[in-house]
């Protein structure tokens, strides 16, 4: 199912937010846990830093092997929890996706969070779905205090 709207625990939320503020100037990235309930909410229980292999600042490549090890680890003991979707920051531009960040949304259906940070604190989360031929869709994102 489609995805309709984000919701993201505080502490996902303060965890991924402190991720792309330590890794600064670089991008940071990290996989994004949880479920999508049957009216298309996806809730994002907990996020996880993953390293980011790209070799140049202004890209992400997320760690294969932090993904699969993950997915063990929810397959095990998730409790019904996956891999919903994944964040990236972006430390100078807009939280809209980049051409590059287009040519990737290959996996419908996932979530895609992009933050826009930098020193100065947060300057604004998008929150994404990818759709078939490379669509990164808007979604209403909302943070759920706890
Ligand atoms: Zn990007």
Not at 8 to 20: F, G, M, N, R, Y
Not at 78 to 93: D, K, L, N, Q
Not at 103 to 129: C, K, M
């Amino acid at each position: 199912m489609r995805a309709s709207r984000v919701m993201v625990s505080a502490a996902a939320w303060v965890e991924l937010l402190a991720h792309t503020a330590a890794e600064w100037p670089r991008e940071a990235c990290g996989l994004l846990v949880g479920r999508i309930d049957a009216d298309g909410n996806v809730w994002i229980a907990a996020s996880e830093p993953v390293a980011n292999l790209a070799s140049t600042d202004d890209a992400f490549e997320l760690d294969p092997a932090a993904r699969i090890a993950l997915q063990r680890r929810l397959r095990e003991t998730g409790e019904g929890h996956a891999i919903v979707g994944h964040y990236h920051s972006h430390p100078f531009g807009e939280p809209d996706p980049s051409v590059r960040d287009l040519a990737r949304a290959e996996e419908a259906d996932l979530v895609w969070l992009i933050v826009s940070a930098g020193p100065e604190g947060v300057r604004g989360v998008g929150a994404y779905v990818a759709a078939p031929g490379s669509r990164l869709v808007p979604v209403a994102l909302s943070v759920r205090p706890q």
